[in-house]
Nanobody
Framework: QVQLVESGGGLVQAGGSLRLSCTAS????????MGWFRQAPGKEREFVSN????????YYADSVKGRSTISRDNAKNTVYLEMNSLKPEDTAVYYC?????????????????WGQGTQVTVSS
């Protein structure tokens, strides 16, 4: 049974930083492109970032580019998202997702497995 468990969310002031983690089990982690998505209240789920399984190539949404860094540790079955210079508009539930042998797709439809999400709240 595949499980993705996010952690690291919380309440932070604008301008602050957070590092989200997602630990996977029940899958061969090194064969999955890992992505982060987020969903704010009343909005559609949107792509944030991903990191490709084959070469660790990364891709970011324009909204977080330059402020975020995604990385992975295959030995720990964990993907990270470090976010800096946080803004109130970054407030959302952040979801980790896995796409086997995936490209750098930003479409949530391409991801087979999802975590339960972790809340990030940025106060102004």
């Amino acid at each position: 049974q595949v499980q993705l468990v996010e952690s690291g969310g919380g309440l932070v002031q604008a301008g602050g930083s957070l590092r989200l983690s997602c630990t996977a089990s029940g899958l061969t982690f090194s064969t999955y492109t890992m992505g982060w998505f987020r969903q704010a209240p009343g909005k559609e789920r949107e792509f944030v970032s991903n990191i490709r399984w084959s070469d660790a190539k990364t891709y970011y949404a324009d909204s977080v580019k330059g402020r975020s860094t995604i990385s992975r540790d295959n030995a720990k079955n964990t993907v990270y998202l470090e976010m800096n210079s946080l803004k109130p508009e970054d407030t959302a539930v952040y979801y980790c997702a896995a796409n086997r042998f995936g490209s750098n797709s930003a479409s949530s439809n391409h991801y087979e497995h999802w975590g339960q999400g972790t809340q990030v709240t940025v106060s102004s």
